[in-house]
């Protein structure tokens, strides 16, 4: 905010008789009632007084747009969006709520507000998840939902329940406002009507594919992704046999990959080894609706065997998932040694440090590994080191 | 920490805040001019302008050492188009891909990739943008302010640092009253008087608290008799009283003045307090809105009406059971027609009290205003303990800034959201909130890359 300057109009205020009309109208009214009347009327300026102005020219104008233009962003109306971009449109019949810019920003014409899940979406999804324990990978896929935030949802309400039987006061009336303001992904619950909340095959742009690199190759060769991620990971080109396999089976290849991912070829030496880099069907999300879609493009007339496949297949990519799960959690378990005193509330839990290739890193200078080692010097006590967490574990 | 982020209006300056000044300077700014401009005045302005907006409070050696050139994006895959090609099609002919005419259009038309309106994108993962960025905090200097000040939490662990990265699956939440107090409208001049007399009060109740008990004692026995007097005669009166209240208060206008409907809703309060207080048992007032809303037709022997006798009042436009949770959201009044069937009985029932029952029936709709009156009262209350305007409603100009990027998920009621990954940009859109045009950006990201 600029400096403000006393509304008070010192000479009128001494000598109210000289003006009799703006004294009274300035007294009773704020600073900012004040300038919301036509400036040239009621706030005359003062030409011939040495006094400071009450107003720059800047903060009247100011005040003038926000008294005119800038008094339809001033209240909120459900499901409007009154962003700066839509001030021409506001006031008209013709444009619908739909018909409205989500941008709220006019210069920038890349960011949009995006929807956000409304409360029912939210509570369907909760119900999904815990109630008919479906797994968050299909619930993403039934709801277009990506799959980390079916699980930032399903958590957040499970602290929205607690809150509750707990009788923790909610911002209930914030909530309601907010909803109204921005944008939502309304829950329908015929399936074909419900809208997709967001893309969920979204693949990550990868380090390898920045740069462009010419790669010749024979006109009669099948240059496929596979071929593409291996050019770019330099890894040599696979032989023909290899090739044929994944031809005929391109499903069977991706789940290869994606559920045993420690089998995957690896390419360079020493710090550069890499893996080579997997094509994109199997680096999306959900790598085995391309494998339903293939199906439902190679055998048009199955299609509810296709759906069960689909469904096999999803339930496969679960239970590996769980294994996986289970199995780091068995190894974290067998790190640790508990020791619970008889006389204690508490128990004592001691995992053994670790001076490895993996934690020194391949010149054995990592910052992982703790403990002094020649030439790695501790940059803990030196100037301008950042001592805030960098995590906070549950 | 000092303030320095002014909102001056000689040069416009973009914020992270809702201010009016703000909002002035946002739909005031243009793209700076770059004709006979060196390309190194053209990266400075753009910079300086980016700056004052991205990570304002962050000093700007610090926000050197978090640049980064190697920017996330995302490229959305179509499952049927993965299937049915194998990359073959884009790399056939002599390498560059054989299109059909209608594939070129497509291809053309395909939006690219922002990549450098994400110049700011590692300055969102700091603890006080998100706040600002869930729409917890009106300001990223008051989300600042809730941090330094212990309002917030990581993972359910006190977190004091603002500039704390976030990781993605991270949780933070802030407490609600003081989002509320950030952003709700302020107090008016006589809201902030009549907090101050009401916390006098405590003050001098909690001094002679022994007092103020026999007081209410006697305040209970004072009550207690008349309100034996009063029920017998005028549980109609009552009803009818409450009901015309309740309609007032769900039938909100944007012309009425903020005071007059605090009156309203004060007397309506007092009213079902009234009412409530008739109840045998003591327990009721603080009881679930369920338990009181039963009790309430009990003692006004209120009934629900019968289907066939809704005939008069025809009311086919029933709302959603949704809605019936949102009473702010309910802009259009209830229509005029349960009212005036609602008059007409009472009418009836004052022409030939003989007919008793009849009068207290209530229509679907009616009973569901008077039930929503009844919710509303309940989580928007009159309170005036609270730092904000009660009944709370958003500060002014709010909606001009509501948006919620997408890599939040933020649950409004109690205030928490989590931080699902980091800001990524997809062709044609990037998630990183910045104020300015691709120009700017571009610019001021040329800037950063200098010795780089």
């Known amino acids: ?394 | 920490m000092r303030n320095r982020a002014t909102t001056p209006l000689s040069r416009a300056k973009i914020r992270q805040s809702w201010s009016k000044y703000n909002l002035y300077n946002l739909q005031r700014f243009r793209n700076p001019s770059t004709s006979n401009r060196t390309f190194f005045q053209q990266k400075w302005t753009a910079k300086s302008a980016a700056r004052a907006y991205h990570g304002e409070q962050v000093p700007e050696t610090q926000w050197e050492r978090m640049f980064s050139r190697r920017i996330r994006s995302v490229v959305p895959m179509d499952a049927t188009r993965l299937a049915q090609d194998d990359g073959s099609i884009a790399s056939s002919g002599r390498g560059s891909g054989i299109m059909s005419p209608w594939e070129m259009e497509r291809a053309k038309k395909e939006k690219l990739t922002p990549f450098t309106q994400m110049t700011f994108a590692p300055l969102e993962r700091r603890l006080d943008t998100a706040i600002f960025r869930a729409l917890f905090a009106s300001s990223t200097r008051q989300a600042r302010q809730f941090v330094v000040h212990g309002a917030v939490t990581v993972n359910g662990k006190e977190m004091r640092y603002p500039g704390y990265l976030l990781n993605p699956g991270d949780m933070f939440q802030v407490d609600p009253e003081r989002v509320m107090f950030a952003t709700g409208a302020p107090k008016s001049k006589a809201e902030r008087r009549e907090g101050r007399i009401a916390r006098q009060k405590t003050e001098t109740t909690e001094e002679g608290e022994e007092g103020a008990a026999e007081e209410q004692k006697e305040g209970k026995e004072e009550q207690k008799p008349e309100a034996e007097e009063a029920q017998p005669e005028d549980t109609r009166e009552t009803l009818k009283g409450l009901m015309a209240q309740a309609k007032t208060i769900m039938s909100k206008e944007k012309s009425d003045l903020p005071a007059k409907k605090k009156q309203e809703l004060r007397g309506f309060q007092k009213a079902i307090k009234r009412v409530l207080s008739r109840s045998e048992s003591s327990s009721i007032l603080n009881d679930n809105l369920e338990s009181q809303f039963s009790e309430l037709m009990t003692l006004l022997k209120a009934k629900r009406v019968e289907k066939k006798a809704d005939s008069k009042g025809k009311n086919t436009e029933s709302q959603p059971a949704a809605e019936s949770s949102e009473p702010v959201a309910e802009t259009e009044a209830p229509d005029s027609r349960p009212g005036q069937a609602l008059t007409e009985a009472f009418q009836k029932a004052t022409e030939n009290p003989a007919e008793e029952v009849d009068t207290s029936e209530l229509t679907e709709d009616e009973l569901d205003t008077l039930k929503r009156a009844l919710i509303q009262m309940r989580d928007n209350p009159i309170d005036s303990t609270k730092p904000y305007a009660t009944p709370w409603r958003p500060r002014d100009y709010m909606s001009a800034f509501a948006f919620i990027p997408r890599y939040l998920e933020v649950n409004q009621n109690i205030c928490a959201a989590v931080y699902l990954r980091h800001p990524v940009a997809r062709p044609g859109f990037s998630e990183v909130p910045s104020p300015f045009s691709e120009s700017i950006n571009t610019a001021a990201f040329a800037w950063y890359l200098r010795r780089r």
């Open chain 1, 1 to 394: 905010m600029p400096p403000r300057i006393q509304t008070q109009w010192v000479s009128n205020s001494v000598l109210p008789y000289l003006s009799p009309n703006t004294s009274t109208s300035v007294s009773s009214s704020s600073s900012s009632s004040c300038t919301s009347l036509p400036s040239s009327t009621s706030c005359p300026r003062r030409t011939f007084s040495s006094t400071p102005a009450a107003q720059t020219r800047l903060r009247s104008h100011m005040f003038e747009w926000l008294n005119s233009e800038g008094r339809k962003l001033q209240y909120h109306e459900p499901n409007v969006y009154k962003y700066v971009t839509n001030l021409k449109d506001l006031g008209k019949d013709s444009m619908g709520p739909e018909q409205l810019s989500k941008r709220p920003f006019p210069l920038n014409q890349n960011f949009v507000s995006e929807p956000i899940l409304s409360e029912e979406m939210r509570a369907e999804i909760y119900k999904r998840v815990t109630q008919d324990k479906k797994s968050v990978r299909a619930v993403s896929i039934e709801l277009k939902v990506d799959m980390r935030r079916v699980a930032a949802v399903v958590r957040l309400m499970e602290m929205e329940k607690a809150w509750r039987s707990q009788g923790k006061p909610l911002a209930l009336p914030y909530a309601r406002a907010i909803q109204e303001m921005v944008p939502t992904t309304r829950y329908s619950s015929d399936p074909r009507d419900q809208r997709p909340h967001e893309s969920i095959n979204d693949l990550p742009v990868h380090r390898l594919t920045d740069p462009q690199i010419f790669y010749p190759v024979s006109e009669s060769r099948q240059f496929t992704r596979v071929d593409a991620g291996r050019v770019f990971s330099g890894a040599p080109r696979l032989p023909n046999s290899t090739v044929e396999e994944i031809a005929n089976d391109p499903s069977t290849a991706i789940s290869k990959a994606t559920q045993k991912p420690h089998l995957i070829e690896r390419v360079g030496k020493g710090d550069q080894e890499t893996q080579v880099l997997q094509p994109a069907d199997a680096r999306i999300p959900h790598p085995y609706l391309v494998a339903h879609e293939r199906d439902s493009i190679n055998k048009p007339n199955e299609r509810n065997e296709n759906i069960k496949r689909f469904a096999s297949r999803l339930q496969e990519e679960e239970r590996i998932e769980a294994e996986r799960k289970q199995a780091t959690e068995q190894r974290r378990e067998n790190r640790t040694r508990k020791v619970n005193p008889e006389d204690s509330r508490f128990e004592f839990r001691f995992t053994d440090v670790v001076v490895s290739k993996e934690t020194t890193g391949a010149d054995g200078r990592g910052h992982k590994a703790p403990g002094r080692r020649y030439g790695v010097p501790s940059y803990e006590r030196k100037k301008g080191q950042v001592k805030i967490p960098t995590r906070v574990n549950v």
